[in-house]
């Protein structure tokens, strides 16, 4: 009965539809809870004051009264204090995504956290729409519905992370990918630049529209980021253009200038990393819990280290682009750089994995790993969900967590789509 049940369309639509529920309903009850989109509403609430949008000042001044620990709990800082509990300095996007969220602030918190807890699971449903066409990505499935419980089930993880902290992932991943499917030159230019306008590192996918020389694309792009950005600005422009200067200047220059801070457990990107291994105090609370760093190195060091690693990386990328027909396995690469090198990737940030892991998947069907390959392979799906506190308990899991589990498991995915994309193109010139 069971074999009937696995091979049937009807079953893989039933456990489909039964994980999905179990999203949705999980997701709906947690909007009371505290998350990272209560960081937008906030900001989107200053909108209507004019306060500073990120708040950058009150930190600062936080950081010239409180001197040491005794200070925090002056009567004169209480205000300061009520400031930073209300997500003060932890709104980092662009001025354009508060606004765009300005609608819900006439809700309350826990409605437009619904609201938004919604999007995000249309957004999700709009991914899955697009992986069944399989013709969107020149791909062949069969079993389309299991294939599908696949793709959600080892990236369950991230998905239930970005649950928690309501994030704005999914739909960036949704936006990027549509972007790249529709074939209008306008629609595709302006898709990717509301994703651009909400977060800086879908920009990246631009490089696809230069691989398929859409340059009417790159153009209409370049005008839809204009279009976005001015809409603001109608809205109030002397704001919206002094929150934006301080956006590059706070936000993005610090960013730059040093891509090593925040190097908290749950930051899995490369960054976080060589922190945690290699400097003294990048997680004050947790590296000496784990008798980190191993080597003291100085920072301009560690950013040699990191900018040596991210050229290994990308130049074997960027000679992808000397082929045709490796669109899908370079916005997969995309994908993966995105958050191996940004320089904060909480867990929730590799939902961007959602792609990769379809691609690989829709070609270990078709039978084009060796038997040595797809047991890498199905190792590599397992890994995030093994080290789960599920399975290993919340101590184990911190462990796995501080030693960038998920930053190595992507790494070696991202090594594994690169290898097989290499593989045919070794004879091509």
């Not at 302006?190 to 800086?200: D, P, Q, R």
């Not at 790494?411 to 290898?419: P, Q």
Request: proline letters at 3%; a positive charge.
């Amino acid at each position: 009965m069971w074999k009937t049940f696995q091979k049937s369309e009807v079953g893989g639509r039933i456990v489909l539809g039964v994980f999905l529920l179990f999203l949705f309903v999980n997701g709906l009850g947690r909007i009371s809870q505290k998350s990272d989109f209560l960081d937008y509403y906030h900001a989107s609430e200053r909108w209507k004051t004019a306060e500073n949008l990120y708040k950058f000042d009150v930190a600062y001044q936080l950081q010239k009264t409180v001197l040491k620990w005794e200070d925090l709990f002056l009567p004169e800082n209480a205000v300061l204090l009520k400031a930073l509990q209300n997500q003060t300095a932890t709104y980092i996007y662009p001025p354009l995504f508060s606004f765009l969220l300005l609608p819900l602030t006439y809700v309350s918190e826990t409605v437009a956290s619904g609201i938004h807890s919604l999007i995000n699971f249309v957004a999700l449903c709009g991914i899955l729409y697009l992986f069944a066409n399989g013709k969107n990505f020149f791909t062949k499935i069969s079993k389309l519905e299991w294939l599908l419980v696949l793709v959600l089930l080892i990236n369950f993880r991230y998905i239930e992370s970005h649950i928690q902290n309501n994030q704005v992932g999914l739909l960036l991943v949704f936006l990027v990918l549509l972007s790249l499917t529709v074939k209008s030159d306008i629609s595709a230019g302006f898709l990717l630049a509301l994703a651009t306008s909400i977060k800086v590192t879908p920009l990246v996918f631009l490089a696809i529209f230069v691989y398929d020389r859409r340059f009417k694309t790159i153009l209409w792009f370049m005008i839809a980021m204009v279009f976005w950005n001015a809409l603001p600005m109608l809205y109030d422009f002397h704001y919206t253009w002094e929150m934006s200067i301080l956006w590059v200047k706070e936000v993005l220059g610090n960013a730059l200038s040093n891509p090593l801070l925040r190097s908290w457990k749950n930051n899995q990107s490369l960054p976080s990393t060589l922190a945690k291994y290699f400097i003294n105090g990048a997680d004050f609370v947790n590296q000496p819990l784990y008798r980190m760093p191993f080597l003291q190195l100085s920072l301009e060091t560690v950013k040699w280290i990191q900018l040596t690693i991210i050229m290994a990386f990308g130049i074997p990328t960027l000679y992808l682009f000397k082929f045709k027909n490796l669109k899908w396995e370079i916005t997969s690469l995309l994908f993966l750089a995105s958050a191996l090198f940004s320089g904060i990737s909480w867990i929730h940030s590799f939902v961007i994995c959602l792609f990769p892991v379809y691609l690989l998947l829709t070609k270990f069907q078709t039978n084009l790993y060796s038997k040595k390959e797809k047991i890498v392979l199905v190792s590599l799906f397992a890994l995030p969900l093994i080290t789960h506190r599920t399975f290993v308990g919340s101590v184990l899991e911190s462990v796995f967590l501080m030693f960038s589990i998920l930053l190595y498991t992507s790494i070696s995915l991202y090594i594994f789509i690169l290898r097989d994309s290499l593989k045919p193109n070794e004879t091509r010139n």
